[in-house]
């Protein structure tokens, strides 16, 4: 599935409303046995951090795919931006920002960032044991 999220649109809705659909008991051969939540919230994130801080000339758009691989899900948030200093941060407790990619690295089983295929920066996350065997 590869949903666009267009910059004005609000990431914490827009994003993980496809997957929570795409994620439903009974599609893609299985009930899910991660937390649809879990995979939301890292997902709304990820888009948050992408509009935020993608830097580009190109429009600022923003693609997510996902894909089951096995028993796996496999979440990929894609940008135009070059790839850039994307890290994990652990920041102060009285900072109001910064804390994206700790709750991902908290709920996936990993996460990945680099360039993407064709051009821009990739940031994806993993759970395995998605899907009940």
């Known amino acids: 599935m590869r949903p666009i999220i ?5 990431p914490a809705q827009a994003a993980p409303a496809p997957l929570r659909a795409s994620l439903a008991p009974g599609r893609h051969g299985g009930v899910p046995a ?8 890292m997902i709304s994130e990820l888009v948050t951090n992408a509009i ?7 429009p600022r758009e923003v ?6 691989e096995g028993n ?3 979440v990929e948030v894609h ?7 994307v890290r994990l941060r652990h920041q102060d407790a009285d900072e109001a920002h910064g ?7 908290s709920l996936a089983d990993s ?3 680099g360039p993407g295929r064709q051009g821009g920066t990739v940031v994806s996350f993993l759970v395995a044991d998605a899907w009940l065997a």
């Open 6 to 10: 267009p910059p004005t649109s609000c």
């Open 34 to 41: 991660c937390s649809i939540e879990n995979c939301a919230l």
């Open 52 to 58: 935020c801080y993608g830097t580009s000339d190109a």
């Open 63 to 68: 693609r997510v795919e996902w894909f089951r």
């Open 72 to 74: 796996a899900l496999r």
């Open 79 to 85: 940008n135009p931006g070059l790839p850039g200093n």
């Open 99 to 105: 804390r994206g990619l700790l709750l991902v690295a």
């Open 111 to 113: 996460w990945h960032s």
